[in-house]
């Protein structure tokens, strides 16, 4: 495998109140494409801050982040937002679907910055949709899905413009035990495939399905662990 993702010494220090917060402390790790990786730690250890980081959201107050090769720093705001929209895919807890948009709709949005045509969009978003089961429900609006339907227009979506990286915020929190599940056997089937996934998450549960675990506390990594057994969350839905 080669590497996707490559953090030197990283920290980012906010100002708040006119006092210095590190939200990140020195953090190195490189992560191989093809893997699945869960980020974990407690409510202000730098989890969202490195998913921001990670994104191509926000950039290092100090060291360096390389992504797919490009040391992120080197890039103006435009070529960030490219290098954003052609390497990456963004799954959310919350979903973040229009509201009165269909879902093939919705899965067509990254395309539109990418300034394709029409028909090719719309073609590209009902294989996507297809990919994650839901070609029949293209046309639905969002109040028109289940929760776990509406988590899979997100990762249509966010495979729409066959990223490098998906990266995942606590995507089953919104969801019951049993559609968790399910969307985390649709994570790992991806992963299979050969789909880099990067998951953040506060529960134990979500991630032992990772191959990888990174821990972290007070902005700093303090295990770096790989899951020689993940939990093989489609082999649950089998059984039940």
């Given at each position: 495998m080669?590497?996707?993702?490559?953090?030197?010494?990283?920290?980012?220090?906010?100002?708040?109140?006119?006092?210095?917060?590190?939200?990140?402390?020195?953090?190195?790790?490189?992560?191989e494409a093809g893997d699945m990786v869960a980020i974990m730690g407690p409510s202000g250890c730098g989890k969202s801050t490195l998913m921001n980081l990670l994104g191509c959201l926000d950039r290092p107050t100090e060291g360096?982040?390389?992504?797919?090769?490009?040391?992120?720093a080197s890039l103006n705001d435009d070529q960030l937002a490219d290098l954003r929209n052609r390497t990456l895919g963004f799954v959310f807890q919350s979903f973040n679907l229009l509201a009165r948009t269909s879902a093939q709709?919705?899965?067509?949005?990254?395309?539109?910055?990418?300034?394709?045509?029409?028909?090719?969009?719309r073609a590209r978003a009902l294989q996507r949709l297809g990919d994650v089961g839901l070609a029949e429900r293209a046309h639905h609006l969002p109040n028109q899905l289940s929760g776990g339907q509406m988590?899979?227009?997100?990762?249509?979506?966010?495979?729409?413009?066959?990223?490098?990286?998906?990266?995942?915020?606590?995507?089953t929190g919104a969801l019951d035990s049993r559609t968790g599940v399910e969307i985390l056997a649709l994570f790992q089937s991806l992963n299979r495939a050969g789909m880099t996934v990067v998951m953040v998450t506060h529960d134990a549960e979500v991630a032992a399905c990772a191959r990888r675990v990174l821990r972290f506390r007070d902005g700093r990594l303090i295990e770096d662990s790989a899951n020689t057994a993940p939990r093989d969350a489609g082999a649950e839905l089998v059984a039940a």
């Open positions: 080669s590497e996707l993702i490559r953090l030197e010494r990283v920290t980012r220090v906010y100002q708040t109140g006119g006092h210095p917060v590190r939200a990140l402390d020195g953090v190195s790790f490189a992560i360096s982040y390389t992504l797919n090769g490009t040391n992120v709709e919705n899965v067509e949005l990254p395309l539109l910055y990418a300034r394709l045509p029409a028909a090719e969009r988590q899979r227009v997100a990762i249509a979506r966010a495979l729409v413009n066959n990223p490098a990286l998906i990266l995942a915020d606590e995507p």
